[in-house]
């Protein structure tokens, strides 16, 4: 019973793919975008920070889903 | 294990007890160090010759002010001093894993009450701008169709607010009690850095951010 709540935690942490390519795309196109226009470097980082911090909530979601797994079924 | 769940420091005697949380505890450090700071920081204002310490007062609260101001509009200019409360809140109570307290916000309480108050003045400033009228009207808009979809954000927005603060506080608090057991020198500082200053002032302004935006989203 300890290796499937185990197992359901680790699928709950997949979620972590979706935040991963998310906050790669951001970075990529905040880099590309720099390297267009340098001048509009402070707008173009504030606005990846927020969209980083939105795209990483799917992982935390993932991440709380596993804990909540892992402390109420185990 | 047991690290995960917040600590009763003390029980006041009423009844069958009342529990006080190791949370409730910081959250009074952290009022009082709010309410110090503004008591001593207002002392002796001036209009004429104004001290260094008014000029700094001021520029910091005009930097909060012009940034909720852009965010929230004219109509949603009377909630900023509001905003600027929680930043401030929120903003020292995920520093305060740095002076050797377990931050406030790993209690899912907290942060549950933090969200509870942002929906409430989200849908409140809507009624106030539009009354109740145009506010129930405003949930079937753009179209009819998309009216339970409106309805369930009521739910989902403070949810995700809510999980959003309270991960990752209680992510970076677990990643840094890893890094204590493995080397509790010199190793956390960096991490220290990162999860405490970075991540925690990240997360206010994303809970603000969030917050005024929904607002500004509902008066308009």
Request: proline share 5%; with cysteine; charged share 15%.
């Amino acid at each position: 019973m300890s290796s499937l709540i185990a197992i359901g935690a680790a699928v709950a942490v997949f979620t972590g793919i979706g935040a991963g390519i998310g906050i790669g795309l951001a970075t990529g196109k905040a880099a590309e975008s720099i390297a267009r226009q340098p001048e509009a470097e402070s707008k173009i980082r504030s606005t990846l920070l927020l969209g980083c911090a939105l795209a990483e909530a799917t992982a935390i979601y993932g991440f709380v889903i596993g804990l909540l797994i892992i402390i109420l079924l185990g | 294990m047991e690290e995960l769940n917040c600590k009763i420091m003390f029980t006041i005697p009423v009844g069958d007890g009342l529990p006080i949380y190791e949370s409730v505890v910081v959250t009074w450090i952290v009022m009082a160090v709010l309410v110090l700071l503004s008591i001593i920081l207002v002392r002796n204002l001036k209009v004429e010759n104004p001290g260094k310490k008014q000029l700094a007062l001021e520029a910091g609260y005009l930097f909060f002010r012009n940034f909720f101001y852009n965010l929230l509009g004219e109509h949603g200019a009377r909630y900023i001093p509001y905003m600027i409360t929680i930043v401030l809140y929120i903003g020292l109570a995920n520093i305060m894993g740095v002076f050797g307290f377990v931050p406030p916000t790993k209690d899912m309480g907290v942060t549950i009450a933090l969200a509870l108050m942002s929906i409430i003045l989200i849908e409140y400033s809507g009624i106030h701008q539009k009354g109740t009228k145009g506010w129930l009207k405003s949930f079937a808009e753009p179209i009819p169709i998309m009216l339970p979809i409106n309805i369930l954000e009521i739910g989902i927005r403070p949810l995700s607010l809510c999980m959003r603060l309270f991960g990752n506080v209680l992510g970076s608090y677990v990643v840094m009690k890893l890094v204590e057991i493995i080397c509790p020198i010199l190793l956390p500082v960096p991490f220290n850095l990162y999860f405490d200053f970075f991540d925690g002032f990240i997360q206010a302004y994303v809970f603000v951010f969030l917050t005024s935006l929904f607002i500004s989203e509902a008066v308009e």
